[in-house]
């Protein structure tokens, strides 16, 4: 089992930053890709940012350019990864969830999530 916490969501007026973490542990066997989605009222969750275990990123393009995820931390059995999120705008407030993808055994992969942080921007 794979356990994930994190933290840093808050309440920032626009333009202002923020920065997540997410720290994964567990029966982590052999990590494919850790990073953040969102979801705001009414709508869909998406993708903000990933990092594969190979060090490609993906971001959506609403956050490219402001936001950063941070390669991974590893200390002990814990992978740790950042958002910094810059320039924030009011359409960034959602839910903000940490998911990681990894594999727990050899064959054996699947999907983690946070139990999520509220990050809200006042105009």
């Known amino acids: 089992q794979v356990q994930l916490v994190e933290s840093g969501g808050g309440f920032v007026q626009a333009g202002g930053s923020l920065r997540l973490s997410c720290t994964a542990s567990?029966?982590?066997?052999?990590?494919?890709?850790m990073g953040w989605y969102r979801q705001a009222p009414g709508n869909e969750r998406e993708l903000v940012a990933t990092?594969?275990?190979?060090?490609?990123?993906?971001?959506?393009a609403s956050v490219e350019g402001r936001f950063t995820l941070s390669p991974f931390s590893r200390d002990d059995a814990k992978t740790t990864v950042y958002l910094q999120m810059n320039s924030l705008k009011p359409e960034d407030t959602a839910i903000y969830y940490c998911?990681?993808?990894?594999?727990?055994?050899?064959?054996?992969?699947?999907?983690?999530w946070g139990q999520g942080t509220q990050v809200t921007v006042s105009a």
């Open positions: 998911n990681v993808r990894a594999y727990t055994a050899v064959g054996t992969w699947g999907d983690t």
């Open positions: 567990g029966n982590i066997f052999r990590l494919v890709a």
């Open positions: 990092r594969t275990a190979g060090h490609s990123t993906n971001y959506d």
